[in-house]
């Protein structure tokens, strides 16, 4: 069984697609031990309640998230995680990986990670990735461990610096990132 993190942050309109993408996790064997950021564990918002979605994960995974930075700390030791998946991956999250801020239970368990050299998966789900986060995005795409679930504009017309990653990669991301590989095409 490959033993993972699922680091959560605040995109809150993917949280349903997050759902399915973890179900399919678990159906191909992965052990997921979930990690959420501070907005995540306490916002409540019109897609969920925090506690709710809380208790979704935890019914999903068989475990509690880790909602704090102390608790965070060991996935890259003595938890033994094997990769972190982070899905969602807000902007600000974005760039938190990028400058090395460890500020949430989720920047730390990245931090645990690449410290260790272990890879990191990221799904990025930003309104201003092609924007102010263009350069974290690509200092990101260019960093050692860190792979990237292939993503798109979303609704280019109205949102020109919005991008999602396809939620239904997930999985394959992570078994290619497990190998050293990023999964290709990473721009669909």
Known sequence: MIRIGLGVTGSFCTFKNLL????????RGYDITPVFSFNVASLDTRFFKAADFADEIARLTGKRPITSIVDAEPIGTSMGLELMLVAPCTGNTLSKIAHGITDTPVTMAVKAQLRNNRPVVLSVSSNDALGANAKNLGLLLNTRNVYFV???QDAPESKSNSLIADTTLIADTCDAALRGKQLEPVLI
């Not at 399915?20 to 159906?27: G, T």
């Open 20 to 27: 399915a993408a973890a179900e399919d996790l678990i159906l």
């Open 150 to 152: 292939p993503f798109a």
